[in-house]
């Protein structure tokens, strides 16, 4: 199944409710919220609050990208904002393995994201302890970057990993992906795409549809 998660971040952020009813209303199952620290990544973007008050907008998954240092703090406040999937970073949990339990603990589902030169070995000892990975195929912190393009042989390699362990895990991948080459990352392996820019800008319900366009007849290939 391929998902799409218009990221939020690059949204009109004077009528955020109405930019994510948009994109729910064109079909977007997952709404991507970024939250930023200005420690583990350079920018502040927002926390709790914003996260609460979209909650009643939409009953799409709330997927909560988590770019802030031991996310671990944060997790129950998180969830109580209401996250429906909280995704930390592998970089940023001194205790992985524990966080993980704590995401699960809530009652949320839990993922692991990558920044693009961390290796996805580094995964090898959580493959099943996680319903999410995110490969992130820009370095995180700013919204309209270009696609890393080495960072689809770290999705070829993780889908392969997961099959060598009998696993149909979902594989997100964020950052600088377009209707231009989205199909590339669908090829390497990826099912839950994350989209900005390409989402908001100009027409965003319109861009939703082409996404879902996009993945509609790649499945049927």
């Known amino acids: 199944m391929y998902i799409l998660a218009p990221s939020i971040l690059a949204a009109d952020f004077s009528r955020l409710g109405e930019e994510v009813r948009t994109v729910a209303d064109a079909g977007a199952e997952y709404i991507h919220l970024d939250v930023m620290d200005g420690a583990f990544v350079p920018s502040i973007s927002f926390g709790m609050p914003v996260i609460q008050k979209l909650r009643p ?3 799409k998954v709330f997927d909560v990208h988590m770019m802030v240092e031991e996310p671990g ?6 969830k109580k904002a209401g996250a429906d999937l909280i995704c930390v970073h592998q970089e940023a949990c001194r205790h992985l393995d524990r966080t993980l339990n704590q995401i699960r603990e809530c009652g949320c589902k839990a993922a692991v994201a990558l920044n693009p030169a961390t290796p996805v070995e580094t995964l090898s000892c959580v493959l099943k302890e996680a319903d999410m990975f995110l ?4 370095n995180p912190g700013f919204g309209g970057q270009k696609f890393i393009p080495y960072t689809l042989k770290k999705i070829r390699k993780l889908r392969a990993m997961l099959n060598e362990a009998g696993l149909s895990t979902d ?4 950052g600088g992906i ?3 080459n989205v199909r590339d990352v669908l090829d390497a392996g990826a099912n839950v795409i994350v989209a900005g820019s390409a989402v908001f800008k100009n027409d965003a319900a319109a861009n939703t549809r082409e996404f879902l366009e996009i993945f509609s007849r790649y499945q049927e290939r």
């Open 57 to 59: 907008v939409t009953d």
């Open 73 to 78: 703090r944060y997790v129950a406040d998180i």
């Open 135 to 138: 490969i992130m195929s820009v």
């Open 171 to 174: 594989i997100q991948v964020d």
């Open 178 to 180: 377009s209707a231009a």
